[in-house]
């Protein structure tokens, strides 16, 4: 990461800080969150299990409600019943998959905690919950609720399972039972989680990859953004998430190891900013 485009980042998440929200469920359960790996592409907001009332996440103005009786809402929808609301400066909140025939009457302007739908499993939903999401429309990226939202109990750091180099010539080596491997060119892929309260397996908030001290490659969930159809993510940079999201794991990108010993590491972080790192430590002929 260049130093203009940390202190670009510092800066921007400096000012969302500042604007807090509150969680739009109050009694439930969070089972995938922003980053996580949804069919092979990143979640852009926050799946709830939970069942009663959806509240509005901070004040704001209604800018859209999905009309049942419409016929384009007759057409299948991932999000099914949703809204949208314009929480301020430019962070409109996107409430969905909540129950189809809600009977709250939403006023135009909402307060913080004003009742918005009934939890439900519309769209795609697999069970009775709430989808949340944030979009920034002034950066045109998604928003990590997380960044804004404060208040998820999670004590527990991240869990790295397991780690895979992968040569150009589609070699695996598992760098925890293998320690010696040829010089060359390496895919890395991590398969980490996020373990909170509640035994849910989430996506980290970080994921890097160094070797003998050198940064090599940082996977980050704090944005996403969509360009042209496509799920972009941050790592050293926008990449397409197609070439993030693989079975073996989160691919950090490639590094290159030399004749001598190296020393990779391999750290995992959360929202709450609990981490794990593993170091393996390698002989490269």
Not at 27 to 51: H, Y
Not at 272 to 280: D, E, K
């Amino acid at each position: 990461m260049t130093k203009k485009y940390g202190a670009l980042l510092v800066c921007f998440f400096v000012s969302l800080f500042v604007f807090a929200m509150d969680w739009p469920v109050r009694e439930g359960r969070l089972i995938a969150n922003f980053g996580s790996n949804d069919a092979g592409i990143p979640l852009l907001g926050n799946s709830f299990a939970a069942a009663g009332p959806v509240y509005a996440a901070d004040v704001g103005k209604l800018i859209f409600v999905r009309d049942p009786e419409h016929p384009s809402s007759q057409l299948p929808s991932p999000l099914g019943s949703w809204l949208a609301v314009d929480h301020g400066d430019n962070m409109v909140g996107i409430y969905s998959r909540y129950e189809e025939n809600h009977s709250a009457q939403i006023p135009t302007m909402v307060e913080k905690s004003t009742v918005l739908a009934s939890a439900g499993s519309s769209g795609w939903a697999k069970q009775s919950g709430l989808y949340f999401a944030i979009f920034d429309r002034r950066e045109r990226r998604w928003v990590n609720p997380q960044v804004l939202i404060a208040g998820i109990e999670d004590t527990t750091p991240p869990v790295i399972r397991q780690v895979e180099l992968r040569s150009t010539g589609g070699t695996p080596y598992n760098p925890a039972v293998i320690q010696r491997i040829p010089q060359g060119l390496y895919s890395v892929f991590v398969d980490a989680s996020d373990i909170i309260s509640g035994g849910e397996s989430l996506t980290p908030n970080r994921i890097s990859c160094s070797i003998n001290g050198a940064e090599a490659g940082t996977l980050s969930f704090e944005t996403l953004v969509s360009r042209q159809g496509k799920r972009m993510v941050y790592r050293n940079g926008i990449k397409d998430a197609a070439g993030v999201y693989d079975p073996r794991g989160f691919g950090l990108g490639e590094i290159r190891l030399n004749r001598g010993q190296a020393a990779m590491v391999i750290e995992a972080s959360d929202m709450a900013g609990n981490s794990r790192s593993v170091t393996y430590r390698l002989t490269i002929d």
